[in-house]
């Protein structure tokens, strides 16, 4: 299911915890930050972000994972 966001939207909004932008992740259905040191995923539920870092998933760890192989 991929993410159904205004283009528009999209370009304005921010990540709550740095500010950064995001970045589209249409498989998880998610906007992830593109600051590599918050890097948190907001989930995209029904169309709408939810951007509450408690909401948030951390992705630093997947990351940090997939370079050590």
């Known amino acids: 299911m991929a993410v159904n966001l205004d283009p528009d939207l999209l370009s304005i909004l921010v990540c709550p915890k740095c500010r950064s ?36 998933r951390d992705t630093r760890a997947e990351q940090s994972e997939t370079t050590d192989n």
């Open 21 to 56: 932008e995001f970045r589209v992740d249409d498989e998880a259905n998610e906007l992830v930050c593109t600051n590599t040191a918050c890097a948190l995923a907001y989930p995209v539920r029904d169309d709408i972000p939810v951007l509450l870092i408690d909401e948030a």
